[in-house]
């Protein structure tokens, strides 16, 4: 059933809770006349009905903020069930993307959806992955977050697409919004908008100090020796997906000449080590 969050707003929680996806994708649907879908989802059967039984012959547009494949798969079936236009970017190259989408708009920064019930803008926000953006609700201040912004946990950086220096930019970026409210992928709405991006900024600059002083005690250093310490605070059964984001720091750290990266045996070590 959709949860009424405004009088322009409704969400949909789609059935694949997980430990990378909380209680599930946030499915958002703007509007009440002509209908955008922001994130339908992954192409589950049961959701993809719920979209179209709240949606309908209203639909007009399936928004994407990225390609993952929790976010974008059901754009597809909502779209040739509606006759929707699909607003978003191509997938990148990286083996971790939903390679059946195929927008009809191809999305860049500011981009304005506009109708009389809502102005929806695009805002490029890479650094989870290349492809990802953010979308403004300009009427509530709302900003859909996709997976830039979590409720309830820090979102993996995954390298080559993901980019730690872009990702800390970006967040940044959204500052320069009227933010009353973030809309994210998953978990509950973030009402503390501008805490939050602080919060996510401070956490990462503060996890990058833990990798720098890390590469100071070990010396030249692997990534899973290395993982043990910078992530000491974090279950270790998840230092398997915390190595992604280790090495999204490291090369940010190589890229500003404070780092190296020995890639015979992939091990790091500080430049003035």
């Known amino acids: 059933m959709p949860f009424t969050l405004t009088n322009r707003v409704r969400r949909l929680v789609a059935p694949n809770p997980g430990v990378m996806t909380g209680p599930g994708t946030n499915t958002y649907l703007l509007g009440i006349e002509q209908i955008a879908v922001v994130d339908p989802g992954p192409a589950i059967p049961a959701h993809i009905d719920a979209i179209l039984a709240t949606g309908g012959d209203r639909i007009r547009w399936v928004v994407c903020t990225h390609t993952h494949p929790d976010h974008s798969p059901a754009a597809k079936a909502v779209a040739e069930a509606t006759g929707a236009e699909v607003i978003g970017a ?18 860049h920064h500011d981009y304005v ?3 009389t019930e809502f102005t929806l803008r695009a805002v490029h926000t890479p650094g989870h992955v290349g492809n990802h953006y953010c979308f403004f609700l300009e009427e509530e201040g709302m900003m859909f977050a996709g997976d830039h912004i979590m409720n309830g ?3 993996v950086i995954i390298p080559p697409s993901g980019d730690m220096k872009a990702y800390i930019e970006s967040l940044k970026l959204l500052l320069d919004y009227p933010l009353e409210v973030i809309a994210p992928g998953h978990g509950d709405l973030i009402t503390e908008p501008v805490v939050a991006v602080d919060g996510l900024v401070a956490h990462r600059l503060m ?5 720098v002083d890390g590469l100071r005690q070990a010396g030249r250093v692997t990534l899973d020796t290395l993982v043990t310490t ?9 230092h398997k997906m915390a190595v992604l984001s280790l090495r999204a720091h490291l090369i940010k750290l190589e ?7 020995h890639g015979a045996d992939d091990t790091w070590q500080l430049v003035d080590a």
């Not at 910078?230 to 998840?238: F, G, I, M, R």
């Open 90 to 107: 191509l997938p990148p190259d990286d083996m971790h993307q939903d390679t059946s989408f195929n927008p009809t708009v191809h999305l």
């Open 113 to 115: 959806l506009s109708h």
């Open 153 to 155: 946990s820090t979102v």
């Open 207 to 211: 996890r990058e100090r833990k990798v």
């Open 230 to 238: 910078v992530y000491d605070d974090v279950d270790s059964s998840l």
């Open 255 to 261: 890229h500003e000449n404070r780092a190296t990266r």
